[in-house]
């Protein structure tokens, strides 16, 4: 199979259960559907994660949740043993990163970027970033074969603006994904229906039944996504156009590092086919 055929290999590195499916759930269904690889690693063990559980039986749970969300779409869920809540962009972190994309010899590379509230997800964009280049560097992390070059790398969204806001350097429309990022969301129950909305004083809004669950749960997403879209609303009507774009209201967006290898307009269309 040549490389332009070949199935492109996602990996999503981002620092709890959840977060993929939050930040990246659309595009890692996109890539499925068209027959790619998607991995999702988990640097920390989400063992803070909850009001009432914590330890081990919270982190084996949490595992569950991420191992049920991965197979709705058919993709590869890790989750590694760095404490959450605690994680730092330490060499240890680093190298097991680059072990982690050296093994997986990822085509696109997904993080968080290193301007965000949680200091966990700082510390994963800030080890995914010192990892960059490295990869390449055969004297590193000798005991595993390095890359002749980097893979490209993407932050995931936020809407924190200090030093800088997220750059929308591709804009995706995941509007025909919305089903199956809930269903995805649905599965990490003790964050999207008990932990989070205990954090955010919402308990007692959470419904009782399943259907009820999945419908609250559709709205919140939707009032997260929303805004997103308006706030890049000339990216979204660049991307796909006056009639279509004034109408999306679903949408992810991605800043591509500058620390890792450039998305050049091949690299784009091979990546992001999908998009206009």
């Not at 490389?3 to 595009?27: K, Q, Y």
């Not at 679903?250 to 998009?275: D, Q």
Request: proline share 7%.
């Amino acid at each position: 199979m040549s490389s332009a055929t070949a199935p492109i290999r996602l990996l999503v590195l981002v620092a709890h259960p959840d977060d993929a499916e939050f930040h990246c759930g659309g595009l890692m269904t996109v890539y499925r559907e068209l027959g790619h690889e998607v991995k999702i690693v988990t640097v920390t063990n989400g063992e803070a994660g909850h009001h009432e559980m914590s330890g081990p039986a919270l982190t084996a749970r949490r595992r569950g949740e991420a191992a049920a969300a991965a197979r709705v779409i058919g993709a590869t869920s890790e989750v590694w043993d760095f404490p959450d809540g605690k994680l730092q962009a330490t060499l240890e972190v680093r190298e097991r990163i680059i072990r982690e994309i050296r093994g997986f010899a990822p085509d696109l590379v997904l993080t968080h970027r290193n301007n965000d509230y949680h200091p966990d997800h700082r510390a994963v964009g800030d080890a995914v970033r010192d990892a960059s280049y490295m990869v390449t560097v055969p004297a590193i992390v000798s005991d595993a074969p390095f890359m002749r070059k980097d893979p490209v790398v993407a932050f995931l969204s936020d809407r924190f603006t200090k030093p800088y806001p997220l750059q929308a350097d591709v804009v995706v429309d995941v509007t025909k994904q919305i089903d199956r990022i809930i269903e995805m969301l649905a599965c990490h129950k003790s964050q999207v229906f008990e932990w989070l909305p205990y954090n955010q004083n919402e308990l007692g809004e959470v419904p009782l039944g399943e259907a009820g669950r999945r419908h609250w749960l559709r709205e919140k997403l939707a009032a997260r996504l929303r805004p997103q879209a308006e706030r890049y609303r000339q990216e979204v009507l660049s991307t796909y156009g006056p009639e279509l774009g004034k109408k999306i209201e679903w949408i992810e967006v991605y800043e591509i590092s500058e620390y890792a290898a450039p998305l050049t307009s091949a690299g784009r269309a091979r990546l992001f086919p999908f998009v206009p």
